[in-house]
């Protein structure tokens, strides 16, 4: 497997770059609900705080894409798919000044017959990255072959419901909004949705702060430009940011007093400050709001209306708890089954006890990790302070028994 991997943050900036220089944003690129069906309900899997969606390509698949707010363009990741979803028209664009050679090269297609049951595409082209760069489906502990992002939102309303994992797609006109739902505004800025929010710090500074609301991120809130403007919070542990194997974004973790959105006061937030200052992106922001805080309500994201509504769902009330072992991990082999340590965070509870990168994870209290899924592993790795668990790892071409205490670090 390769050990080149990139942030998701360099994903966006490639994908930017694609977007201007591929001219994909002459044309309206859309979905539109077949037929005379006023709603279309999509089954989504959750896969370590990723939405995930099968769909079709020119009648191949299926495929598995993460749906992706802070993705401008449809984004193939996966280049084995050029040889099979039959493309008539596509022509290469060289990314320049992020490498050497085709590893930074990626095909600009037409449009693609693009099948999610009940919609029709219209004039969706794609880049195809010419080499996997990301790992997502190591990552996510199957297989992926890219993103879908604005397109997917642009002209309808997507009602995501996590309890039951369904996309429910509407014209905006016909949206079954929630009973004591809250509507909050939004602006739908470079093929992104932006909302305002209030961030209050332990030490009593409020700050009003425009966030992308991103799918596309894990963690509950980060914010940038903090670190500069007001200094971190008291209390706070030196963190990679990013995804696992597709790279390191350095900066903090630490807790926020509350993030208020709309009428919602959500406390005690574990938020990311990256060290990074935000240079680079197109419209001025103060950070985005990820995963951690959107799934835990009921969401309708509507861009042609600029809205968004928001109601309390499963989980609201769920403190927020980070990794407590300290330990990076990826899926790898033919299926997906064996799980690799990537990092080991220093000071934490599996540098403690001598677990190294490249160690491989066997089994977890007695239950091989095989039968287990990474979000699995995530939940029993974030579960309860002071937790005993033991671990089976292959070390040096022979395995050790290795009891790991938990850690809450933040």
């Known amino acids: 497997m390769s050990r080149l991997f990139f942030t998701v943050k360099h994903l966006r900036v490639i994908v930017l770059f694609i977007l201007m220089c591929s001219g994909l944003m002459a044309k309206a690129q859309y979905f539109d609900i077949t037929g005379n069906s006023k709603h279309v309900t999509i089954p989504f899997k959750m896969v370590r705080d990723m939405i995930i969606i099968q769909l079709n390509i020119n009648d191949k698949g299926p495929f598995n894409f993460i749906l ?70 190591n990552y996510a502990g199957m297989h992926i072959h890219g993103l879908l992002g604005y397109e997917f939102f ?16 509407s014209h905006p006109k016909n949206i079954k909004v929630f009973r004591k739902g809250v509507k909050i505004p939004i602006s739908i800025e470079d093929r992104k949705p932006y909302v305002n929010a209030k961030v209050i710090f332990p030490n009593g500074t409020k700050t009003n702060d425009k966030l992308v609301l991103d799918l596309g991120a894990g963690h509950p809130i980060s914010l940038e430009n903090v670190i500069k403007n007001h200094g ?73 209306d600029s809205v968004i509504y928001l109601k309390p769902g499963v989980g609201y009330n769920d403190p927020f708890e980070h990794d407590m ?12 089954n064996h799980i690799i340590i990537s990092r080991v965070e220093p000071g934490s509870a599996a540098d403690a006890v001598g677990l190294e990168k490249d160690d491989e994870i066997i089994s977890i209290n007695f239950k091989p990790v095989s039968q287990m899924t990474l979000e699995q592993i995530d939940t029993i790795f974030k579960s309860q302070s002071d937790r005993s668990l033991l671990l089976q790892i292959f070390h040096d071409k022979k395995l050790d028994g290795v009891i790991l205490t938990l850690k809450r670090r933040i």
């Open 68 to 137: 992706d707010t802070g993705v401008g363009l449809m984004l193939i990741t996966d280049p084995k798919l050029v040889d099979s979803i039959d493309i008539q028209n596509k022509r290469t664009l060289k990314i320049g000044g992020l490498g050497e050679g085709d590893d930074y090269e990626a095909y600009i297609t037409s449009a693609l017959k693009i099948g999610i049951s009940g919609l029709k595409s219209y004039d969706i082209g794609a880049a195809i990255l010419k080499k996997d760069h990301f790992g997502l489906s």
């Open 154 to 169: 642009s002209n309808l309303a997507v009602k995501i419901n996590f309890a039951d994992s369904t996309l429910t797609v």
């Open 232 to 304: 971190l919070p008291e209390k706070f542990i030196a963190a990679n940011l990013g995804i696992g194997l597709t790279g390191p974004i350095d900066g903090f973790l630490s807790r926020i007093s509350e993030v208020d959105i709309g009428k919602f006061k959500i406390k005690n937030v574990i938020t990311s400050f990256p060290s990074d200052d935000g240079k680079g992106q197109q419209i001025k922001r103060d950070g985005n709001l990820g995963m951690g805080i959107l799934k835990r309500f009921q969401v309708i994201l509507d861009y042609p």
């Open 325 to 336: 072992s300290g330990l990076e991990y990826y899926s790898t082999g033919d299926d997906l």
